[in-house]
């Protein structure tokens, strides 16, 4: 079974621009969650989505926002790129969304802001 | 007081030794804490996970163990092996469905 998948691998943007990241989750989980880590650091929480609707935000301004289609494939938009949003962007699905399911998590986007 | 704190930055061990990390919170609320293991290039993968009405969890060469007066927990990797050369997150559950909150990671070296 396919794991988690993310597109594009990696992506260079310039300050002010913005971009659209999107993630697959694995086959039957119905929930994504969308984290941010930034080298060395841990994961950050920007978003949970669960059957299409949001289920929970993080500490993020609003000019990351996000969605999940029928198929429970998602999207994060991130608009008026600065250099701070250079991190590498996770996306995780569980079957639920209770929190004690486990989150499998995808190889990540690499995104770059210049 | 939403944070985990996470401790050693960074820890080398030679083949064979048990590393410990170790991880603590404050928020009492915290009922779930996951480990995660993260090679380059690769999202976080849970390794074991444990509830507080436990103190000790065991799976293969990872154990957890729990001090909730203490509010802390940590990470045991016996008879350690090259191959677990990671970063190593504990982490903790936000309050909210699918909010996980991280520490800030331990990268081990396995010195063969």
């Known amino acids: 079974d396919a794991g988690v998948t993310q597109s594009p691998t990696h992506l260079i943007k310039t300050r002010g621009q913005q971009v659209t990241l999107r993630c697959s989750p694995i086959?039957?989980?119905?929930?994504v969650s969308w984290y941010q880590q930034v080298l060395g650091q841990g994961p950050q929480f920007i978003f949970q989505?669960?059957?299409?609707?949001?289920?929970g935000r993080g500490n993020f301004p609003d000019r990351f926002s996000a969605r999940q289609f029928p198929n429970y494939s998602s999207e994060l938009n991130v608009n008026a790129l600065l250099l701070g949003d250079s991190a590498l962007y996770l996306c995780?699905?569980?079957?639920?969304?209770?929190?004690?399911?486990?989150?499998?998590f995808g190889p990540g986007t690499r995104l770059t802001v210049l | 007081q939403q944070q985990v704190k996470q401790s050693p930055q960074s820890l080398i061990v030679q083949k064979g030794g048990i590393p410990i990390i170790n991880c603590a919170y404050e928020n009492t609320a915290f009922d779930y804490f996951p480990w995660y293991q993260q090679f380059p290039g690769k999202g976080p993968a849970l390794l074991i996970a444990i509830r507080p009405d436990v103190s000790e969890k065991k799976e293969g060469r990872f154990t957890i163990s729990f001090n909730k007066s203490a509010k802390q927990f940590s990470l045991h990797i016996m008879d350690s092996q090259p191959g677990d050369s990671a970063t190593y997150f504990c982490?903790?559950?936000?309050?909210?469905?699918?909010?996980?909150?991280f520490g800030k990671g331990t990268k081990l070296s396995v010195k063969p």
């Open positions: 995780a699905s569980s079957l639920e969304a209770v929190w004690t399911d486990t989150q499998y």
């Open positions: 086959s039957g989980h119905k929930s």
């Open positions: 982490a903790a559950d936000g309050g909210s469905q699918g909010n996980l909150i």
């Open positions: 989505y669960y059957e299409k609707e949001e289920r």
